[in-house]
């Protein structure tokens, strides 16, 4: 049985840098990649970032290009997400997600392409 518990989110001023963690049991080893998506109050789930199992593949939604970035640590099974100048529009709940899809790269943004989810970690960013 796969699980995915994510840590690392809190309240932040605008500016300022949080750390997400996802650490993954179970069958990790069939994981093509990992992703991060996230859901604002009011607002639908979108994509954040992806990469895949080595780690040489990777994506973001443009609105976090040059801020967050992604990587993962296989020896430790986590993932992590570093955010750095947060905005307030990053408040939301993240939720860390992986897929055994070979053709994740694909349609790596849609909600669809990843089976197993975590429970979300909450991240505030006061103005």
Not at 7 to 27: D, E, T, W, Y
Not at 103 to 118: A, L, T
């Amino acid at each position: 049985q796969v699980q995915l518990v994510e840590s690392g989110g809190g309240l932040v001023q605008a500016g300022g840098s949080l750390k997400l963690s996802c650490a993954a049991s179970g069958r990790t080893f069939s994981f093509h990649a990992m992703g991060w998506f996230r859901q604002a109050p009011g607002k639908e789930r979108e994509f954040v970032s992806a990469i895949s199992r080595s780690g040489g593949r990777t994506d973001y939604v443009d609105s976090v290009k040059g801020r967050f970035i992604i990587s993962r640590d296989n020896a430790k099974n986590t993932v992590y997400l570093q955010m750095n100048s947060l905005k307030p529009e990053d408040t939301a709940v993240h939720y860390c997600a992986a897929t055994t899809r070979t053709g994740w790269f694909e349609h790596r943004v849609r909600e669809i392409e990843y089976e197993h989810w975590g429970q979300g970690t909450q991240v505030t960013v006061s103005s």
